[in-house]
């Protein structure tokens, strides 16, 4: 239940603000990633005067409460094309217009932010502390939680969020909570646990900072295979500040093939050319894929005296932030050069390897 708090002039003065609390399974106050409800309820002494209605600080935070709510309450959905990476554009914080003379709310004198929950965090955001010496109101506290919010996303830790927990804000002392948003665990969409695939694909592990930029590597490395493809989405944890990254796969026979015919060839060894490809998709159950093909001129095909022969493989396995490509294929070729008085018959052949490790940046 919400309390509330009317301005008399015959009460002492004060300022109080708190936030309503979800209770846990252990019966504690817990904020689930979900679902967030900010309450700020103050009172403050005005002096009697004709013309003085009494406020009621519900308003002064309404706004806040519904935008936390809306934010909290959406589904992340990956569904990008694996080679098309979403970008993140972020309205920077105090680019719209300044509604502070709009604002004729209760006033809060802030001397002093403390900042909570980031002790497992390495990074918090410069400007803090930035409300201190100031007297806040509605549009000053929106515009500050907008964008400590807005740090985190910026830097892709979508689930990390910036709140105000119940607090008494009577002696200048803004309490900030930082609840770290982590990955507690894996897992498929049909209920299967969490196999190789999965494992493999994705940068970050259990207990680590969600990242959507991970999440972004790890769909295109799952979808790496081209018999496999998945979506991620984003579910509560079963402790607060938690999430669980569900996959959605969709697998088809993991063998495939494909016939070529081109005129790509050389003019001495013959301009058609003529192919076979398979692969083999998860050998390793790590969404990997092994290719073996071959080629030919046409020539080649009938016997003849001209040709040009190609066999090649090449493994691809992507983990992580790494992707590992090995290949390796063998060329022979044969034709006639002509000369001014005779022809020289020209044969030979070339062998090669390769091995190439990257790692995204």
Not at 32 to 58: D, I, K, W
Not at 137 to 164: C, E, H, K, P
Not at 175 to 184: K, N, T, W
Not at 278 to 300: A, E, F, I, P, Q
Request: net charge neutral; glycine share 12%.
């Amino acid at each position: 239940m919400l309390g509330r708090a009317k301005i008399t002039g015959s009460l002492p003065s004060f300022i109080t603000a708190f936030g309503q609390s979800l209770t846990g399974p252990g019966g504690g106050p817990c904020v689930f990633m979900n679902r967030f409800v900010l309450c700020v309820l103050a009172s403050l002494f005005l002096a009697a005067c004709p013309g003085v209605a009494q406020v009621t600080p519900e308003d002064v935070v309404k706004s806040i409460e519904q935008e936390q709510l809306r934010r909290q309450q959406r589904d992340w959905d990956f569904n990008a094309e694996p080679d098309k990476r979403p970008d993140i554009h972020l309205e920077r914080p105090g680019d719209g217009p300044d509604d502070r003379e709009e604002d004729p709310g209760p006033c809060f004198p802030v001397s002093t932010t403390r900042v909570e929950g980031a002790e497992d965090l390495d990074l918090v955001p410069p400007d803090v502390d930035r409300l201190n010496g100031t007297c806040v109101r509605q549009g000053d506290l929106s515009r500050y939680l907008d964008s400590m919010n807005a740090f985190y996303a910026g830097r892709g830790w979508i689930t990390t969020r910036v709140y105000l927990p119940e607090q008494d804000l009577s002696g200048g002392t803004l309490r900030v909570l930082v609840i770290s948003g982590r990955i507690e665990d894996f897992d498929y969409e049909g209920g299967q646990a969490a196999d190789s695939r999965i494992h493999s694909a994705f940068p970050s592990g259990q207990g680590d900072i969600v990242n959507l930029r991970d999440i972004e590597q790890a769909l295109e490395n799952f979808n790496a295979p081209p018999t496999q493809s998945g979506t991620f989405k984003l579910y509560p944890g079963t402790r607060h500040g938690t999430s669980i990254v569900r996959i959605s796969p969709q697998n088809r026979f993991p063998l495939g093939g494909r016939l070529s015919l081109d005129n790509l060839g050389y003019r001495n060894t013959g301009r058609y050319k003529t192919g076979a490809d398979v692969h083999y998709d998860n050998l390793l159950n790590r969404n990997d894929t092994l290719r073996l093909g071959v080629s030919s001129t046409t020539r080649g095909l009938s016997g003849g005296k001209t040709y040009a022969r190609d066999v090649h493989g090449r493994y691809l396995i992507p983990f992580g932030n790494w992707g590992l490509h090995i290949g390796a294929g063998y060329n022979t070729y044969r034709f006639t050069l002509p000369g001014i008085n005779q022809r020289f018959p020209l044969h030979g052949y070339n062998h090669r390897l390769s091995a190439d490790l990257q790692r995204l940046l």
